[in-house]
């Protein structure tokens, strides 16, 4: 079975630093990995792609396969990142996509 | 274009009632989800459609949940009868591709309270 955790509910951070909201997966195959985002009010979206291996906003993400990891990170955090921000997973093809619990970001003025 | 249109917004009923919800995709998208959005959990599938057929619906109660996409455009999800534990946001989503072959667009939601 596919898991998708996320450790954090809430991560706050000044304005101007570095941000990293986790994500840890269990799957045995070689899954694809994706961020969503849900900004105040708005619907949800897709922010990146591991496979596509783009920057989008500021963000990356690296899928680790040894940690079973795929970390967000921004260099510099501004206020506009406040959001809710999803982690999930697929094993592949037309499977579905199974989400972690979210983490809400906060960055403080 | 335009996004996945989903109504109503917001839903009250009491439980053991009936309820339906409505969704319209982005023109052309073969694939469509329904999602159910419990307060601080993330989303979770219930019913993957490809065009009018099901491709997984393993994590719907079939019980009291119900799910079709007559002619594979719009979709109603309805549950018959509610129970207090149904209380949640119901998303729907669409993407031309399943699973993540390419990116699911959502609607806005609707927020379903069971009293």
């Known amino acids: 079975a596919q898991r998708v955790t996320q450790p954090e509910k809430l991560l706050s951070v000044f304005k101007g630093a570095p941000v990293e909201l986790k994500c840890n997966y269990s799957?045995?195959?070689?899954?694809?990995l994706f961020w969503y985002v849900q900004y105040s009010r708005q619907r949800l979206q897709l922010l990146l792609r591991?496979?596509s291996r783009e920057s989008i906003k500021g963000f990356t993400a690296d899928l680790n396969k040894g940690e079973t990891s795929f970390h967000l990170k921004k260099p510099f955090a501004q206020e506009e990142d406040s959001a809710m921000y999803y982690c999930?997973?697929?094993?592949?093809?037309?499977?579905?996509?199974?989400f972690g619990t979210g983490t809400k970001l906060q960055v403080i003025p | 274009e335009a996004g996945v249109a989903q109504s109503p917004r917001y839903k009250i009923i009491e439980k053991r009632q009936s309820v339906a919800f409505w969704c319209n995709p982005i023109?052309?998208?073969?694939?469509l989800y329904w999602y159910q959005q419990i307060l601080g959990q993330g989303p979770k599938l219930l019913i993957q459609f490809q065009n009018n057929g099901v491709v997984d619906d393993s994590q719907l109660p079939k019980d009291r949940f119900s799910a079709e996409r007559l002619k594979g455009v719009d979709s109603t999800l309805k549950i018959q009868p509610a129970k207090l534990e149904d209380s949640a946001v119901y998303l729907c989503?669409?993407?031309?591709?399943?699973?993540?072959?390419?990116?699911?667009?959502f609607g806005q939601g609707t927020r379903l309270t069971v009293v």
């Open positions: 799957y045995s195959g070689s899954p694809e």
């Open positions: 999930a997973l697929s094993p592949g093809g037309y499977q579905k996509v199974t």
């Open positions: 591991h496979i």
């Open positions: 023109s052309g998208h073969a694939t």
């Open positions: 989503a669409s993407s031309l591709e399943g699973g993540g072959v390419t990116e699911a667009f």
